[in-house]
């Protein structure tokens, strides 16, 4: 179960930091230190001990982190451990940028089931996979125990297909559609938003 | 000149108060709250009001904010009542989508140059543009005074390729790749890893 006690912005960035252990062990470091990951992250050690500290001792006093054993640990916490399926609703250049992402599998997800109401794409083969008519959601995603979706539909449906995503048994929302969604507190959704970003560094240009 | 007295976190809202501004005005109103947007938001009223009271004073106590007025000021102090040029590095599927997006321009931006470093991609078009070379990088971005990148290259590329956007001008970098850009400090990444996304939400399920 999670533990709700620890502050949603810890949880943030423990995938930041197994990333960067994922990369260290690429480059042959098998032992790391919070000195060592501040410095490649621009955070402060104290930051990495602290956000780690929640969680047990990971490491000793003057010998570091083991990095494969960190990343185990990071891993069962965050419950990429195994790997979630994931439903992904519209299959524009977007859905298909996504449907070909080799970035999913190896840090714990995969997508499972594709959607999208265009005539012409229902029925289609993305990869693998075949593309439902969004009228199929709520059979699908309950058949196959879906708990996560990724939401890669124009904004002025988003809201309405989410409210269905929910109702379906989604849980988790990754959402790159440009608004902000509506949805039960229980349920969790992180936006992506380019122009978010680069809106606000044009404010430092 | 940026204001580098109001706080980071601060500006990173301001465009979500703008897209909201913006599809407020596509629903036809005219005049909103901050309880209104705050409501939309999940944020509450005194945060929006707080955070828009370092640029000045954008409603009247009971009258609320004029939806059009508030947007030309938000854009303003954001400078995205311009169009900015950008440079998109990486030319695979998600090049390809973030090449056929159209939602930069409404919102401030426009990419003016492709870059990738694959032969049979090189002199092809995508959409209106042609793909150079990444070693025309510095010539083609000093040319065109461009300040901002997209980086969509493979993790292991691309400290490389963002040391030499930075070298060529770049200020403000929107990064697709899954891992931290150490940068001069007076240069801005955005990261943009939808798995750091995935994964800080799985800890919930």
């Not at 990071?74 to 439903?87: C, F, N």
């Not at 229902?122 to 995603?141: K, S």
């Not at 988790?172 to 560094?201: C, E, F, S, W």
Request: net charge neutral; aromatic share 8%; glycine share 10%.
């Amino acid at each position: 179960m999670a533990d709700h006690s620890v502050p949603e912005i810890v949880i943030g960035r423990l995938p930041i930091y197994l990333r960067t252990l994922e990369l260290f062990a690429k480059e042959g470091k098998t032992i790391t230190s919070s000195q060592e990951l501040g410095e490649r992250l621009g955070f402060s050690s104290a930051q990495i001990r602290k956000d780690l500290s929640f969680f047990g001792e990971f490491g000793k006093q003057g010998t570091g982190y083991n990095i494969e054993y960190l990343q185990e640990q990071l891993r069962e916490i965050l419950k990429v451990d195994r790997v979630w399926g994931m439903a992904l609703v519209g299959a524009g250049d977007l859905g298909h940028a996504l449907a070909h992402y080799r970035g999913f599998e190896p840090r714990g997800f995969r997508l499972a089931a594709i959607f999208d109401n265009a005539p012409e794409k229902i029925g289609t083969r993305i990869g693998d996979l075949r593309v439902h008519a969004i009228a199929d959601l709520p059979r699908v995603l309950r058949e196959m125990k879906l708990k996560i979706a990724i939401l890669a539909v124009p904004a002025d449906v988003a809201q309405n297909i989410a409210h269905q995503l929910v109702e379906a048994g989604i849980c988790a929302i990754l959402n790159y559609a440009p608004l902000h969604l509506t949805v039960p507190a229980r349920v969790k959704v992180y936006d992506i938003d380019p122009v978010v970003g680069l809106q606000g560094m044009a404010y430092y240009l």
